[in-house]
């Protein structure tokens, strides 16, 4: 999280773990009976407009790349509304920026749906990441914790090996993890700034992939968190758009490089 971004992460959190997790175990939706089949009971009406924090929210910051656990109110990732139903009962899954938001939802997720998690994130995230897995254990599933910084090609390695050894094998890669820095103009972005977004939301994906692949197996997924920035950027958001329409272009490209193989790659765009 940066101080300097403008754009609601809560937003970004809404139905995304539902999405996530729908995208991986499709196949085993369709295998496994008719929508609705076996709900007896109707369950009770709620009226969404009072279920969750409204703003306006006070102005607070953090240093990067701050906590969830420290934002006032504490953003929603399905600790106490998500509920899973068996359907990545045995998978085993590696998830950048597993932390926090996008990748926090996820997470949990997979957990309650029967799926054994590894989150990667930055070792200053460690209380959020803590939380996190503790969450995923309290679904009697292994919950494995890797800090590291992806911008290091050798490091992505490390990350991949390290998950398929503590949780016995990998079928589901979600490369999540991404920096976004707001800035007014080009001008104003350093070389060092640059590098680095491109480095996290470019080159750490394709690492971390290309690691990954030798471990998946046909039915095995791969899912990217993309962006309506990559087709109507923001002009504030100037290099992590370009990063995001990378993202789009790798997940294409990669599902037909891996239809073949049964590999399946999917993005999620919020």
């Not at 910084?149 to 079928?171: M, R």
């Not at 992939?209 to 100037?238: C, M, V, W, Y």
């Given at each position: 999280?940066?101080?300097?971004?403008?754009?609601?992460?809560?937003?970004?959190?809404?139905?995304?773990?539902?999405?996530?997790?729908?995208?991986?175990?499709?196949?085993?939706?369709?295998?496994?009976?008719?929508?609705?089949?076996?709900?007896?009971?109707?369950?009770?009406?709620?009226?969404?407009?009072?279920?969750?924090?409204?703003?306006?929210?006070?102005?607070?910051?953090?240093?990067?790349?701050?906590?969830?656990?420290?934002?006032?109110?504490?953003?929603?990732?399905?600790?106490?509304?998500?509920?899973?139903?068996?359907?990545?009962?045995?998978?085993?899954?590696?998830?950048?920026?597993?932390?926090?938001?996008?990748?926090?939802?996820?997470?949990?997720?997979?957990?309650?749906?029967?799926?054994?998690?590894?989150?990667?994130?930055?070792?200053?995230?460690?209380?959020?990441?803590?939380?996190?897995?503790?969450?995923?254990?309290?679904?009697?599933?292994?919950?494995?914790?890797?800090?590291?910084?992806?911008?290091?090609?050798?490091?992505?390695?490390?990350?991949?090996?390290?998950?398929?050894?503590a949780l016995g094998g990998l079928d589901i890669l979600v490369n999540n993890a991404a920096l976004q820095q707001t800035k007014p103009s080009i001008a104003d972005i350093t070389t060092d700034q640059f590098d680095r977004t491109m480095k996290t939301n470019v080159y750490a994906p394709f690492w971390i992939t290309k690691a990954a692949l030798p471990h998946l197996r046909p039915g095995s997924?791969?899912?990217?968190?993309?962006?309506?920035?990559?087709?109507?950027?923001?002009?504030?958001?100037?290099?992590?758009?370009?990063?995001?329409?990378?993202?789009?272009?790798?997940?294409?490209?990669?599902?037909?490089?891996?239809?073949?193989?049964?590999?399946?790659?999917?993005?999620?765009?919020?």
């Amino acid at each position: 999280m940066n101080e300097q971004n403008t754009i609601s992460r809560r937003k970004a959190l809404t139905g995304l773990a539902i999405g996530l997790t729908s995208v991986v175990a499709s196949p085993v939706l369709a295998a496994g009976g008719k929508e609705g089949e076996n709900s007896g009971l109707t369950a009770e009406l709620e009226d969404p407009r009072n279920k969750y924090p409204k703003p306006p929210f006070k102005e607070q910051t953090q240093p990067w790349p701050g906590l969830a656990g420290k934002m006032d109110p504490k953003p929603d990732h399905g600790e106490k509304s998500y509920k899973g139903s068996g359907r990545l009962k045995g998978r085993k899954a590696l998830i950048t920026g597993g932390d926090s938001g996008m990748g926090r939802a996820a997470a949990i997720a997979f957990a309650r749906e029967g799926a054994d998690v590894a989150i990667n994130y930055l070792p200053a995230e460690e209380p959020d990441a803590q939380e996190v897995i503790a969450l995923i254990k309290a679904e009697g599933r292994k919950g494995v914790a890797i800090p590291g910084d992806i911008t290091n090609e050798s490091f992505c390695g490390q990350l991949v090996a390290q998950a398929v050894q503590a949780l016995g094998g990998l079928d589901i890669l979600v490369n999540n993890a991404a920096l976004q820095q707001t800035k007014p103009s080009i001008a104003d972005i350093t070389t060092d700034q640059f590098d680095r977004t491109m480095k996290t939301n470019v080159y750490a994906p394709f690492w971390i992939t290309k690691a990954a692949l030798p471990h998946l197996r046909p039915g095995s997924s791969i899912i990217s968190t993309t962006s309506e920035q990559a087709n109507d950027p923001s002009p504030e958001l100037f290099d992590y758009a370009q990063t995001k329409a990378a993202n789009t272009s790798f997940v294409r490209s990669l599902a037909k490089q891996l239809a073949s193989k049964g590999i399946r790659v999917n993005g999620v765009a919020p």
